[in-house]
T-cell receptor
């Protein structure tokens, strides 16, 4: 029940395309859903986050879509660029709880 | 630069040995988290401390222990090391423990442990 399942494991997108990464959770107590971006040799860094009281949040080219009834959320990267090539982790936590991460998606954006 | 410092960056040791990983959180952050990252397990939460006290525990083995000192730095001790303990160990910090819809974890660059 504490798991966050993420797919796909890897993703190859052409420059200018849309990258979509999906996550699903079981624990209805989760109320904070961030996405972290990790470049090789670096630690993960917060990219964007959403609360369950909104269905979408957009920051620049990055958008989180949230479906509370389906217990799913996804990250959309519009106009994907080679500089977006990184590993992306979805995560979830409940009030005062630990942050549980998905398995990660390795994104490669081809020029 | 996240402001979180981890040492050492790389560590190679043998099975059965014991190592200590050190983490200095961002200035002002009271909460420290330890995560293990391996290829097949992703980012696994190990343990969290807040202002010197253990706050939450994850999938941390009994061979592993951690503590947070009065100056807020933290150490993760790994003993009786096995080949499967080879991984990247990340420390992260936050101002306060994550509270639902707020909070950002700031990660260090990790300590890569190789057990031969």
């Amino acid at each position: 029940q504490q798991q966050v399942k993420q797919s796909p494991q890897s993703l190859i997108v052409q420059k200018g395309g849309i990258s979509i990464i999906n996550c699903a959770y079981e624990n209805t107590a989760f109320d904070y859903f961030p996405w972290y971006q990790q470049f090789p040799g670096k630690g993960p860094a917060l990219l964007i986050a959403i609360r369950p009281d909104v269905s979408e949040k957009k920051e620049g080219r990055f958008t989180i879509s949230f479906n509370k009834s389906a217990k799913q959320f996804s990250l959309h990267i519009m106009d994907s660029q080679p500089g977006d090539s990184a590993t992306y982790f979805c995560a979830a936590s409940s009030w005062g709880g630990k942050l549980i991460f998905g398995q990660g998606t390795e994104l490669s954006v081809k020029p | 630069d996240s402001g979180v410092t981890q040492t050492p960056k790389h560590l190679i040791t043998a099975t059965g040995q014991r190592v200590t990983l050190r983490c200095s959180p961002r200035s002002g952050d009271l909460s420290v988290y330890w995560y293990q990252q391996s290829l097949d397990q992703g980012l696994q939460f190990l343990i969290q401390y807040y202002n010197g006290e253990e706050r939450a525990k994850g999938n941390i083995l009994e061979r592993f222990s951690a503590q947070q000192f009065p100056d807020l730095h933290s150490e993760l001790n790994l003993s009786s090391l096995e080949l499967g303990d080879s991984a990247l160990y990340f420390c992260a910090s936050s101002v306060v423990p994550l509270q639902g819809n707020t909070g950002e974890l700031f990660f260090g660059e990790g300590s890569r442990l190789t057990v031969l």
